[in-house]
DNA sequence: TTAGGGTTAG
């Protein structure tokens, strides 16, 4: 045994329990075998030849722990595993790393952990230890790009110039570079530059191959533009490419994303019987996605049984955290208990994860805690996936010191951090207003200082940290031209971006530049979605610009947002706190014309102003409706509690108590 | 040699 006893510059030592020793590794592989092996041989050669040329005694160690670790990750896809060496073979220089690494395949059964968590929830245990943000691994995350771009003309660029210039090179260089690089566009969000790229490609006879295609429909899918889509297939088939799972799994995956539920299906149905192939467990969980995301469980429980003994823990983790954000907790658990009896999947911390996050997003602790129990009996491998979850609920709730301390703890055990660690931790800083913490770990991400780059989330979440904060919000707006502007554009915005600086500007009371950012979203061809346009019409109406808000709302390409009661239930609010019963009214009967049925928020505004007007009679006939429609009365007592706090409506207080008082018996009875 | 399905931002 060489592991040396400090694995960390701190001195801490990482507990060593329960070693898996596994007699021929090898037999435990799945799938491509040989493939793996050379995968593992580039891995290993990589890694101890630098460092440690002729040491047999070294090698023969160090083989040792490969073996361990491939026991351990047999539950994994063959993918994962594939893409996990490669990025340790591209990271790990010295033979120290090499040790941290080797002695984080040997944590899987390590007890601490848990408790650990156990601990953490129940009693959270805070640190003063500032995160060792050097100690991060310099990754080489963003340098495929720059690699790429020094050899060319030894500056930085973006992806796009690194195509214009690789097309003027003779020869050209291979498909799999360009592809590499839309890859890069599409990761920053620059969907619409990869369409172009891949339309200079083709007018410049590059040969694509079905990966090309497959990314470019993938951006065809975002930009929600599948008609475009659906005719690069035609041609890619014309062309003679075979269209393999995965470029049928863009093509479903952005059908979805478009809500067109049915058309993924029935090309899905299609596609397989023209090419006579059986559908994989990916391409199955991509449909059980899209039909949970379209709130469509019917028909999500229906894929699930005909994928018959094919799913995988995917499919298990897309229902069951599902099934528990609709609080079904008997379906879940149902489910959890037939996925713990099959055989055929190993629950993985990822899933376990995310139904730790759906029982602490309900404040179910108790059952939250049993988890890891489990987790435990199960011999789950911890990783980032399920810290992430951990650090996500103290940040949420505004304890970030305990978000670092798991940070830290994550730290000490090498499970390294993911890009959703950091970006959770940012949050964890702008919800407690800690913007100093923020634009400095943003800043470590942007400059490639940790083992990830920032994305598209860590800034806007930065966004969100600038524009919350009144003194900060000229800051904001400055950021928001230098990061998603125009001119210099890192990463392309979309609806959600947006979202943030238009919510920020409304409440800043700003409703004029507000509108100006709608606009200009509009006119750089970014799709609102459901909740920007909400958050538009909620700004309108909160700025007391019902007209504005009405023509916004009564906009031919609006009309499909509308099919949502919240939309129904901002308006009728926005109609009441302006003081305007008779539209209020008029948009109740608007939305049950529509065949949308209101609910307790779309009561509870009007409600709340009949008692505040002292109409008693009015009052009593909307509850009567309320009851009818099967609307517990305790629930309409809660909100009329909210209202009497916050002083909402600036109501007479004294009616609405007495009010919610006479409620409450009745609910009682 | 490159890639698809579960978690992060409004």
């Known amino acids: 045994m060489i592991l040396p006893d400090k694995l960390y510059g701190d001195g801490v030592k990482v507990p060593l329990v329960g070693a898996v020793s596994i007699s021929n590794p090898w037999d435990l592989l799945i799938g491509d075998r040989f493939y793996t092996r050379g995968r593992m041989q580039k891995f290993y050669n990589r890694v101890l030849g630098d460092s440690l040329k002729g040491a047999a005694k070294l090698r023969q160690e160090a083989y040792a722990r490969l073996s361990d670790w491939e026991g351990i990750e047999k539950s994994r896809s063959i993918r994962d595993f594939n893409n996990y060496s490669a990025r340790i073979a591209g990271n790990f220089e010295t033979i120290d790393a090499f040790h941290r690494w080797a002695s984080c395949a040997r944590l899987v059964t390590n007890v601490s952990v848990p408790l650990f968590c156990l601990n953490a929830i129940d009693d959270p245990v805070c640190t003063d230890e500032a995160i060792p943000w050097d100690e991060i691994r310099i990754g080489s995350g ?8 020094s050899g060319v003309s030894r500056e930085s660029a973006a992806a796009e110039d690194v195509i214009t210039e690789m097309l003027r090179r003779k020869p050209m260089p291979s498909i799999v570079d360009f592809n590499n690089e839309i890859v890069e566009l599409s990761r920053k969000g620059h969907y619409l530059k990869a369409t ?6 083709n007018m410049a006879g590059v040969k694509m191959s079905e990966h090309t295609i497959s990314i470019v429909t993938n951006c065809f899918g975002k930009l929600k533009l599948m008609d475009q889509g659906l005719s690069l297939l035609g041609h890619s088939i014309k062309s003679g490419l075979e269209i393999d799972d995965h470029v049928i799994a863009s093509i479903v995956d952005g059908l979805m994303f478009e809500n067109r539920v049915d058309d993924a299906i029935s090309f899905f149905k299609k596609i397989l019987m023209f090419g006579n192939r059986h559908p994989s467990t990916v391409l199955y969980n991509i449909l059980l996605k899209g039909s949970c995301q379209a709130h469509d469980y019917k028909r999500a429980i229906q894929i699930f049984d005909t994928m018959d003994f094919e799913h995988d823990i995917i499919s298990y983790s897309i229902l ?35 139904v730790m996050k759906s029982l602490l997003d309900s404040n179910y ?16 491998y911890f990783q980032a996936n399920f810290f992430n979850v951990v650090v996500g609920y103290f940040c949420q709730r505004g304890m970030v010191k305990h978000a ?10 090498c499970i390294t951090p993911t890009v959703i660690t950091f970006n959770t931790l940012l949050l ?15 800043q ?8 990830v780059s920032a994305d598209i989330v860590s800034a806007t979440t930065l966004l969100k940290c600038y524009c919350s904060n009144p003194s900060s919000l000229e800051k904001g707006l400055k950021f928001f031209e230098k990061t998603f502007g125009k001119k210099t554009m890192v990463f392309a915005p979309n609806a959600v971006t947006y979202a943030t600086i238009i919510q920020a500007l409304f409440k800043a009371k700003n409703p004029d530049l507000a509108s100006e950012y709608l606009h200009e979203m509009k006119s750089r061809d970014i799709h609102a979605s459901q909740k920007l346009y909400g958050v538009a019409l909620n700004g309108f109406v909160t700025n007391g610009d019902l007209e504005s808000a009405n023509s916004y709302f009564n906009e031919p390409e609006n009309d499909v947002f509308n099919n949502n009661v919240v939309v129904w239930n901002i308006m009728i609010k926005g109609a009441i706190i302006n003081g305007r019963f008779v539209l209020a009214k008029a948009y109740m009967d608007g939305m049950i014309k529509r065949g949308i049925k209101p609910d307790l928020k779309s009561f509870t505004p009007m409600l709340i102003a009949f008692y505040a007007h002292n109409f008693t009679i009015e009052a009593d006939n909307l509850v ?10 305790w629930l309409v007592c809660n909100e009329l509690k909210v209202a009497y706090e916050k002083s909402w409506l600036a109501v007479e207080k004294k009616r609405l108590w007495i009010a919610m008082k006479k409620l409450e018996t009745e609910a009682m009875s």
């Not at 470590?444 to 083992?451: A, E, F, P, Q």
């Open 142 to 149: 963003i340098g495929r790009l720059q690699r790429f771009y």
């Open 196 to 201: 172009e790229s891949f339309r200079k490609m």
């Open 320 to 354: 069951i955290s599902h099934l528990l954000d609709r609080k079904e907790f008997q379906e879940a658990v149902s489910l959890l208990n037939r996925m713990l009896c099959d055989t055929r999947v190993v629950p993985d911390s990822a899933l376990f994860g995310s």
């Open 365 to 380: 602790l108790q059952d939250a805690r049993m988890i890891l129990p489990l987790m435990v009996q199960q011999n789950t």
């Open 404 to 413: 670092e301390g798991v940070v830290q703890f994550m730290l000490k055990r």
């Open 428 to 442: 964890g800083y702008c919800l407690s207003k800690k913007l100093h913490s923020a634009e400095r770990l943003y």
């Open 444 to 451: 470590l991400m942007i400059r490639g200082s940790l083992n």
């Open 624 to 633: 009567s409706e309320m009851r009818k429609i099967g609307i517990p009365l």
